[in-house]
T-cell receptor, first 114, second 115 residues
Framework: SQKIEQNSEALNIQEGKTATLTCNYT??????LQWYRQDPGRGPVFLLL?????KEKRKERLKVTFDTTLKQSLFHITASQPADSATYLC?????????????FGKGTRLSVIA | GAVVSQHPSRVICKSGTSVKIECRSL??????MFWYRQFPKQSLMLMAT?????????EQGVEKDKFLINHASLTLSTLTVTSAHPEDSSFYIC???????????FGQGTRLTVV
């Protein structure tokens, strides 16, 4: 069956450290993977997209990798801050068409402790 | 980025009444919009795909007569929860993807409480 999994439901780290979140998928062949941030009581906000031919993508303190062999994406936040505390969701487009809804992982709730 | 606006952000209604939630794409046209439901500490669950000018496509297990979706224009989709019951209390979120753009843009969400 098709699955997209974020193995850690919650992750606590110390301020200043690097947070690493994992997203694995099964029986999909995504052309790209996306990461979103969701704060409590709010809709998700798009952060980064990485395509299958890209190994790594960066945006400020965020870094995403995509390994199509391992069927895995890693999401890193360097020099983490308490304001980074949120739920982070990975998502993929099962049809790669842009017309179908994205499939989301369950999310990892990150808490950055000062 | 594109903007999706959802209204209201919070609503409390009595059991048995109906509630309408609006989702608007403010700066792009959306032939398709998506409605999700989210319970506390759970992921987004797709309820239905709203198609402009045609019937919505509902996910398995979602009652189409209870969750009425109307996509009357290229910038507006509405979700009406009919004869609401306490078990319908949840966080409802809409999203849309502009043509040619792979990322999704979400509304602010609507917290529905049925008492």
């Amino acid at each position: 069956s098709q699955k997209i999994e974020q193995n850690s439901e919650a992750l606590n780290i110390q301020e200043g450290k690097t947070a690493t979140l994992t997203c694995n998928y099964t029986n999909y062949s995504p052309a790209y993977l996306q990461w979103y941030r969701q704060d409590p009581g709010r809709g998700p906000v798009f952060l980064l997209l990485i395509r299958e031919n890209e190994k790594e993508k960066r945006k400020e303190r965020l870094k995403v990798t995509f390994d199509t062999t391992l069927k895995q994406s890693l999401f890193h936040i360097t020099a983490s801050q308490p304001a980074d505390s949120a739920t982070y969701l990975c998502a993929l487009d099962p049809s790669n068409s842009g017309n179908t809804p994205l499939v989301f992982g369950k999310g990892t709730r990150l808490s950055v402790i000062a | 980025g594109a903007v999706v606006s959802q209204h209201p952000s919070r609503v409390i209604c009595k059991s048995g009444t109906s509630v309408k939630i609006e989702c608007r794409s403010l700066d792009f046209q959306a032939t398709t919009m998506f409605w999700y439901r989210q319970f506390p500490k759970q992921s987004l669950m797709l309820m239905a795909t709203s198609n402009e000018g045609s019937k919505a496509t509902y996910e398995q297990g979602v009652e189409k007569d209870k969750f009425l979706i109307n996509h009357a224009s290229l910038t507006l989709s509405t979700l009406t929860v009919t004869s609401a019951h306490p078990e319908d209390s949840s966080f409802y979120i809409c999203s849309a993807r502009p043509n040619g753009i792979p990322e999704a843009f979400f509304g602010q969400g609507t917290r529905l409480t049925v008492v």
